[in-house]
């Protein structure tokens, strides 16, 4: 990813699939999955939780847990995993359970693109949702390194929600970065459409996650995984680990 006109490149990418389309070495590459994954870590580690290992299969989730003693967590198609303890929902990890405590987590999307960005060379990944999008932009600009927003999508198809906070962060930093990129556009104009009831355009527009989640009785999870800034920290991946940047600074 280039430089032009003195501002670092901004691209986004809205599938896992489309990952390979990118140089990503010198990149920060922002995991994208609001639904529930990216919400979930941001929230854990604002409850005080000690770190975060995330995995992409549920058996390395178990033995990782066996191994560290730690609370193991996930889910396979919105629903808690066979063989884990809790699953993929910010209200599952409040300060009183999880603050001090190593969380193994393994999702559908989320957790698996993270592995994807590391097996393709990324050397700085961060993970974002919209509890905690002022943290993100606030890094992505202060670092002035080329960006890439890496949405995790559905089992590789595109979905609004991700594509939604793509745009949020776009609209905010847009100003500090060259943006040559259609993706980014078109997730910028899709948040200016919804950007006054992100839960009301996910419902009129039948987002297929949210549909998902509805199903399970999850509405609650999913207006408070669209509400800004409520677990504002920027959860960083440093030697196999999702930590609390301002622990290690």
Not at 47 to 66: L, Q, T
Not at 200 to 221: I, P, S, V
Request: with cysteine; aromatic share 8%; proline share 3%.
């Amino acid at each position: 990813m280039s430089l032009s006109n003195n501002k670092p490149s901004l691209y986004t990418s809205f599938s896992p699939a489309l990952l390979n389309l990118y140089d990503i070495s010198n990149s920060v590459v922002v995991i994208i999955d609001v639904l529930r994954a990216t919400s979930t870590i941001a929230t854990a580690l604002f409850n005080g939780a000690k770190e975060i290992i995330p995995v992409d299969s549920v058996d390395e989730c178990i033995r990782i847990g066996k191994q560290m003693n730690a609370i193991t967590a996930g889910e396979r198609d919105g629903k808690v995993a066979e063989g884990l303890q809790y699953g993929n929902s910010p209200f599952e990890y409040p300060e009183s359970f999880i603050a001090g405590k190593t969380l193994v987590l393994t999702t559908t999307n989320g957790t698996k693109l993270l592995h994807m960005a590391l097996a393709k060379g990324a050397n700085e990944i961060i993970t974002g949702a919209f509890a905690n999008i002022d943290a993100v932009c606030d890094y992505l600009v202060k670092t002035g390194k080329p960006v890439l927003l890496a949405c995790a999508a559905w089992k590789d198809r595109i979905n609004i929600e991700d594509t939604l906070f793509a745009g949020a962060v776009i609209n905010k930093i847009k100003n500090h970065f060259d943006i040559n990129c259609d993706g980014s556009k078109i997730a910028a104009c899709l948040l200016n459409e919804a950007e006054n009831d992100l839960y009301g355009f996910m419902k009129t527009n039948q987002a297929t996650h949210f549909q998902r989640l509805t199903n399970f009785g999850l509405e609650k999870d999913i207006k408070h995984c669209l509400t800004n800034n409520t677990a504002p920290v920027l959860p960083i991946y440093q030697q196999g680990k999702l930590v609390r940047l301002n622990n290690n600074i």
